[in-house]
């Protein structure tokens, strides 16, 4: 059975810094497009970074680019998201998602995953 657990949500001021962790179980890492999506309140989800363990590709959306770092840690099944420099905007649920490749990880940001997690809660406000 797949099972995605984030973990690593919480209050932190604009400009600070968070990292969320994914823990995965009930699939192979290495065929796998895991990514984190982002629904702000009143929006719907969006991907904002995706890593294929296929083909080696990375996405970031443009909110995010140069700002959050999604990295993976094959041995112990656990995608992560560095995200620095948070924006009250950044604010919402951060959900963990994965699925087996298919295309690349910005294609499949943009499409969706057929696997989710229940989500954790960034809240960026002074």
């Known amino acids: 059975q797949v099972r995605l657990v984030e973990s690593g949500g919480g209050l932190v001021q604009p400009g600070g810094s968070l990292r969320l962790s994914c823990a995965v179980s009930?699939?192979?890492?290495?065929?796998?497009?895991i990514g984190w999506f982002h629904q702000a309140p009143g929006k719907e989800r969006e991907g904002i970074s995706c890593?294929?363990?296929?083909?080696?590709?990375?996405y970031y959306a443009d909110s995010v680019k140069g700002r959050f770092t999604i990295s993976r840690d094959n041995a112990a099944s656990t995608v992560y998201l560095q995200m620095n420099n948070l924006k009250p905007e950044d604010t919402g649920v951060y959900y963990c998602?994965?699925?087996?490749?298919?295309?690349?990880?910005?294609?499949?940001?943009?499409?969706?995953?057929?696997?989710w997690g229940k989500g954790t809660q960034v809240t960026v406000s002074a």
């Open positions: 998602a994965g699925d087996l490749s298919r295309t690349t990880a910005r294609n499949m940001c943009i499409a969706g995953m057929d696997h």
């Open positions: 009930g699939f192979k890492m290495d065929e796998q497009v």
């Open positions: 890593i294929n363990s296929g083909d080696g590709t990375i």
